[in-house]
C-alpha cells in the first residue's frame, strides 16, 4: 500500500495564497507524474495540474496563471502553489501519483486529501 502524505489546506479569504504540499515514497517518486485534483460538494473530481519526472507541467484552464505546481526529488514532495484565490477553488484537494502527461494521466495511487476553503 502506498501512502501519499497531503499537507497545507484550510481556510483563506478571497484572493489569497495557500500552499499545498505532498510526500511519496521515494520508490515511486522519482519516476512517474505526480498530479493534484480537487472535488467540491456535487461535483466530479477534477484535474487541476500534473508535473512528469521530467518537470514538464500542465494545469486546468480554470487554475491556469494562479496555481503553480512544482516538485523536491530530495524530498520526494510535490507543491502546488495557490495564489488569486477564489470561491470557487473551494474543495477538496487530492496529491496522486500515477503515469502519462495530463489528457492522458491515469493516477494510481491517492492521498487522503485536504479541504481548502476561500470564504470572507
Known amino acids: 500500500q502506498v501512502h501519499l502524505v497531503e499537507s497545507g489546506g484550510g481556510l483563506v479569504q478571497p484572493g489569497g495564497s495557500l500552499r499545498l504540499s505532498c510526500t511519496a515514497p521515494?520508490?515511486?517518486?522519482?519516476?512517474?507524474?505526480m498530479g493534484w485534483y480537487r472535488q467540491a460538494p456535487g461535483q466530479q473530481r477534477e484535474l487541476v495540474a500534473t508535473?512528469?519526472?521530467?518537470?514538464?507541467?500542465n494545469y486546468a484552464a480554470s487554475v491556469k496563471g494562479r496555481f503553480t505546481i512544482s516538485r523536491d526529488n530530495a524530498k520526494n514532495t510535490v507543491y502546488l502553489q495557490m495564489n488569486s484565490l477564489k470561491p470557487e477553488d473551494t474543495a477538496v484537494y487530492y496529491c496522486?501519483?500515477?503515469?502519462?502527461?495530463?489528457?492522458?494521466?491515469?493516477?494510481?495511487?491517492w492521498g487522503q486529501g485536504t479541504q481548502v476553503t476561500v470564504s470572507s
Open positions: 508535473i512528469t519526472r521530467r518537470l514538464s507541467t
Open positions: 521515494g520508490s515511486i517518486f522519482s519516476i512517474d507524474t
Open positions: 496522486s501519483q500515477g503515469v502519462g502527461y495530463y489528457s492522458d494521466y491515469n493516477p494510481n495511487y
